[in-house]
Nanobody
Framework: QVQLVESGGGWVQPGGSLRLSCAASGSIFSINTMGWYRQAPGKQRELVAA???????RYADSVKGRFTISRDNANHTVFLQMNSLKPDDTAVYYC????????????????WGQGTQVTVSS
């Protein structure tokens, strides 16, 4: 059994900052790519940022230069530092992780957190 638990969402004024955290727990052998997605009302879920186990990162064009993804491998945690927030960043943010649960199998399905609301408004 694997769980991803997010925290850190909330309301912030335009130009403000928030830091999201997501901790994985349970039967974990290793974690490949971890990421953050978001879904605004009436829109499809989209990738915000992702980070591999080796630390390589990629970002959606809309957040480059404003958001930073990082991870703590020892504690199975991924972070998203969000600066210069805009109203368009308002969405439910979900973390994801490709998790191997068995040392003898490379199978690493994607697990999802429950989502955390981020609202940017004045």
């Amino acid at each position: 059994q694997v769980q991803l638990v997010e925290s850190g969402g909330g309301w912030v004024q335009p130009g403000g900052s928030l830091r999201l955290s997501c901790a994985a727990s349970g039967s974990i052998f290793s974690i490949n790519t971890m990421g953050w997605y978001r879904q605004a009302p009436g829109k499809q879920r989209e990738l915000v940022a992702a980070i591999t186990s080796g630390g390589s990162t990629r970002y959606a064009d809309s957040v480059k230069g404003r958001f930073t993804i990082s991870r703590d491998n020892a504690n199975h945690t991924v972070f998203l530092q969000m600066n210069s927030l805009k109203p368009d960043d308002t969405a439910v943010y979900y973390c994801s992780a490709e998790i191997r649960t068995r040392y003898y199998s490379p199978y690493a399905p994607t697990y999802w957190g429950q989502g955390t609301q981020v609202t940017v408004s004045s």
